[in-house]
């Protein structure tokens, strides 16, 4: 039997949240967008994943005009001032801006484009905050992460955001979620580009993604950051993990180990210096099982860890659900990452399950566990919580589940601040409005507003959920009732 969380029992805390604190909604572009073959935008790996095999989306769309957001960026704006949110962030289409991946073709109609939406934004009091990389590499660009000669284009796409936005944006993320995009994308395969490859492509990806991540943040703390006095970081997913039994010191170190090769694969080499040295260990030995001479861990120099040590301002972190761990000895020949742990996650039969995601259990004291966490493993750094949400099947207008997962994370984030002293300094929902939830098409449903994707004018419906939202951000604390 699972041992119950020592957070579980913590009253619910009525205080207001600290002054200053930013309340938000985010999106990214591939989701909402639109406009795929407008206005010069490129190919992305998700236009192409999408339109190859229809196969690939569980109901065979893709993001072509998803939200229509490309033409209906006013409309969604007055959407975020209504909640009274003061942050917005989104994601730049790459290939919007560089159509073929590189600097040699720049489409002023793209940079037209979010030069509009960020004007619009502010001239309704809203705060842009901008992600540079949400999973949509142009399609032109050979090897995608693989090849070492992206992080140089990158680090071009990066500048020219930098040279015409910077100077009103003042948040920037360099890369979402980049566990996800690495695992899911190129160990099993079932995102774009695709690619099953765990034995060495998954690792080399997340490494060259370091590197143009501290390229991107050197050159905007150099070159820019003196005039612009903006702030850049980076998007990290986690779960919150805890041992199945507290008594197991193998079930102990296998959920620490969970945090190290989630969190820990990003946040170690970005806040302390290189990868951590469990995954180290743990990889090397998998490694030399499988009869391989060195790690499937790509090492870094001296010069790389110095390089990427210390190039955030603040830590998103983005999560949304838990899992119990508990030690299991991999079998030789199961490789990747999830095997490289000698571990198994567990849920628990008493938690909820979201109706739109089979895997987001309902476990609102594992986000204050995860904020314990970084904290305390990266020196009480400043977070800003850039994603946290809750999925329906259906589209109802009056989303009390939704309701109850804001209520109870957004309680347990308070918590964190006022009893634990973590220094969480924003918390972005997701989503905005429902949209092309990458590989599960237009199933799950995210929105605080609801759009109808059978309509050309794709309509979109405020929620419950969203005038629930509405009061939190209004009044800086969770209603009474």
Known sequence: MATVSEFEDEE??????????????????????????VDGRGESIWDRFCHENSKNIADGSSGDIACDSYHKYKEDV???????????RFSISWSRILPNGTKSQVNTAGIDYYNRLIDELLKNGIIPMITLFHWDTPAALTGDWMNEKTIEHFVDYARICFENFGDRVKYWVTFNEPHVYAVVGFTEGVFAPGIKEPMTSTYLVAHNQLKAHALTYHIYDTEYRAVQQGRIGISLDCDGFMPLNNSSEDDVAAAERAYQFQLGWFGHPIFKGDYPDVMKEFISRRSKEEGLEKSRLPEFGEDWISKIKGTADFLGIQNYTSRFIKYSKSKVGEVGWTYDQDSEQITDSSWTVSTGSSWLYHVPWGLRKLLNWASKE???????ITENGYSTKESDIDDPGRVKHYKEYINEVLKAIVLDGNNVKGYLA??????????????????????????????RTCRTSAKFISQVFNHNKLPNS
């Open 430 to 459: 997701w989503c905005l409005l429902d949209a092309f939830e990458w590989r599960s098409g237009y199933g799950p449903k995210f929105g605080v507003h609801a759009v109808d994707f059978n309509s050309p004018e794709r309509p």
């Open 78 to 88: 007055q959407l975020i001032k209504n909640l009274g949110a003061r942050m917005y």
């Open 12 to 37: 619910f805390q009525m205080q207001s949240f600290p002054s200053g604190f930013i309340w938000g909604v985010a999106s990214s572009a591939y989701q909402i967008e639109g406009g795929h073959n």
């Open 378 to 384: 990266y020196n009480n750094v400043e977070i800003i």
